[in-house]
């Protein structure tokens, strides 16, 4: 598996009824309904928001999910499943993802990681049980803030806040919640939106 510059982001999250998209959402500008991608993305909601340029809500030094190596522990994807109680579906297509990884930092924080061929970048999902998400700072442009929407399994429906750091810099990080988890999925996204398709993919597989 390719490795890239390690992904520096932001700070904490803000939940889609505050900030999501780890860091404000607000006002919606424009949307777009039923949109799918070459690869059979799922479908959409998007809004752009907000004007101006702001820091992230939070600036933490260090995020515990960013833990060494060692003390981590890889895992598989039923495994993971099995021990944090839900199961984390990046899209099925081998032209798209490829390269999951699943590990626990610890009981309460999960890491999964893989390579987006689209985007050509290596990407990292944390997802925290009962607790929140720490990221690492970064710099986000609020005239590019979007807010994404998706339903569960169950019809649960989530809201996905969308961020890119500013100065024209590729990064782009998603988060969101759904019951006491929460996501935050940070990864290179240049054009093709990449990042808020695979977290509305996560979402549809959630039960």
């Known amino acids: 598996m390719k490795k890239h510059e390690q992904i520096s982001m932001k700070t904490t999250i803000l939940f889609p009824a505050v900030i999501l998209c780890s860091g404000g959402i607000l006002f919606g500008c424009g949307s777009h309904h039923g949109e799918t991608d070459s690869l059979e993305a799922p479908s959409i909601q998007n809004r752009a928001s ?10 933490a030094s260090e995020t515990e999910n ?41 009981e309460d924080n999960l890491r999964v990681t893989y390579h987006d061929l689209i985007a050509d970048a290596d990407c990292t999902l944390l997802v925290s ?5 720490n990221l690492p700072p970064a710099e986000y442009d609020e005239t590019l803030n979007e807010t994404w929407e998706g339903s569960t399994i169950g019809g649960q429906h989530i809201t996905v806040s969308v961020q890119h ?13 759904y019951k006491e988890y929460q996501f935050a999925l940070m990864g290179e996204d240049d054009s093709d939106a990449v990042i808020p398709k695979v977290a509305l993919n996560i979402i549809q597989n959630l039960d």
Do not use: C
Request: glycine fraction near 4%; aromatic fraction near 10%; hydrophobic fraction near 30%.
């Open 66 to 106: 960013e833990a060494p190596a060692e003390n981590q522990y890889k895992v598989s994807a039923q495994e993971a499943a099995d021990t944090f109680g839900i199961e984390i579906v990046l899209p099925e297509n081998s032209n798209w993802i490829e390269d999951e990884e699943y590990y626990f930092v610890d």
């Open 165 to 177: 750091e500013r100065n024209h810099e590729k990064m782009t990080l998603a988060v969101w919640e």
């Open 50 to 59: 907000g004007t101006g340029e702001s820091t992230s809500a939070e600036t």
């Open 129 to 133: 049980k009962n607790d929140s998400l």
